[in-house]
C-alpha cells in the first residue's frame, strides 16, 4: 500500500478549525486520538520536556493506531537561534525528530502539528521524513460559510434571510466569527424588542457591522506566500512585509 506521510502540518489563521479537522480525520481513521498543547509540555527542569515526548510517542505506540496532535508547535519547536527560542525548546525538537525516526517502521501512527505561525517553525521539522506534508487551512469558502451559517441558524426563527447572500457577505470570516455574527443578530433582536419572534435580515447586517472578520486580506496574503515557501525547495527569508505583519497574526 501508500505509505502515510510521518507527519503532516496544518496551518493557516487562528480559528480555522485545525484541531476540529485532525480531530475528524482521527475519528474517520477510527484512530486514537492524543492531543498536546506546545507550551504544555515545556519544563523548566532539566530532561522533563524531553521525556514528556518520549512517554507521548511511547503511549501512541501502545494505543495505536493513533493520531498525536501537537497544537501550538510554534512555541514547541521554535526556530533554532530564534529570540523565542531556549536550549529546552531546542532539545524538545531534537527529541521529537528522534521519536518520528522511531515511526519510520509503524505505518499506524501518524504524527500532526497545527500552527498559525508557520513562519516561526524549526525548519528541521519540515525536511522529509519528518512534517513533509503541509497543509493550508484557510478560512471557510462560500459553500462552507452556507453550511456554517445554516447549522447556527437551525433552531433560530430567521425571517427576510437569503443564507446565500448573508454568506457573500461574510468573506474572511471564520467558523467561530459567523457564530458570533449568529449570535448578535439574535441577541440584537431582543434588544430592539424582548418579544421579538423573529431575527431579521437587518439584525443580520447590523450583527455584521459589529463583529469583523479576523481573516483580512493582509493575512491571506501572509499564508499564500508561506504556501509558495513551502513549495520552493529554498527556505525563503522573512520578508519586511511578513515583518510587518506579524501583528495581525499575533
Do not use: C
Amino acid at each position: 500500500g501508500i505509505k502515510p506521510p510521518s507527519g503532516v502540518l496544518l496551518y493557516g489563521p487562528p480559528g480555522t478549525g485545525k484541531t476540529m479537522l485532525a480531530k475528524a480525520v482521527a475519528n474517520e481513521a477510527g484512530a486514537n486520538f492524543i492531543s498536546i498543547a506546545g507550551p504544555e509540555l515545556l519544563s523548566k527542569w532539566v530532561g522533563e520536556s524531553e521525556k514528556r515526548v518520549r512517554d507521548i510517542f511511547r503511549r501512541a505506540k501502545q494505543v495505536a493506531p493513533a493520531i498525536i496532535f501537537f497544537d501550538e508547535i510554534d512555541a514547541l519547536a521554535p526556530k533554532r537561534g530564534a529570540d523565542t527560542g531556549t536550549h529546552v525548546t531546542e532539545n524538545v525538537v531534537s527529541q521529537i525528530l528522534t521519536a518520528m525516526s522511531g515511526l519510520e517502521e509503524m505505518n499506524d501512527v501518524v504524527v500532526i502539528a497545527a500552527t498559525n505561525r508557520p513562519d516561526m517553525i524549526d525548519t528541521a521539522l519540515l525536511r522529509p521524513g519528518r512534517f513533509d506534508r503541509q497543509i493550508l487551512v484557510p478560512a471557510p469558502d462560500q459553500k462552507a460559510r452556507e453550511a456554517i451559517l445554516k447549522i447556527h441558524t437551525a433552531n433560530m426563527p430567521i425571517k427576510g434571510v437569503d443564507i446565500k447572500k448573508l454568506a457573500k457577505k461574510l468573506e474572511g470570516y471564520t467558523g467561530a466569527d459567523i457564530e458570533a455574527v449568529v449570535r448578535e443578530a439574535g441577541l440584537g433582536a431582543l434588544r430592539k424588542d424582548m418579544k421579538s419572534k423573529t431575527v431579521t435580515k437587518k439584525d443580520f447586517e447590523d450583527a455584521i457591522k459589529k463583529v469583523g472578520p479576523s481573516v483580512r486580506p493582509e493575512l491571506i496574503k501572509f499564508y499564500e506566500g508561506i504556501s509558495d515557501s513551502f513549495k520552493s525547495p529554498e527556505v525563503r527569508k522573512k520578508s519586511k512585509k511578513e515583518e510587518e505583519l506579524e501583528s495581525y497574526v499575533g
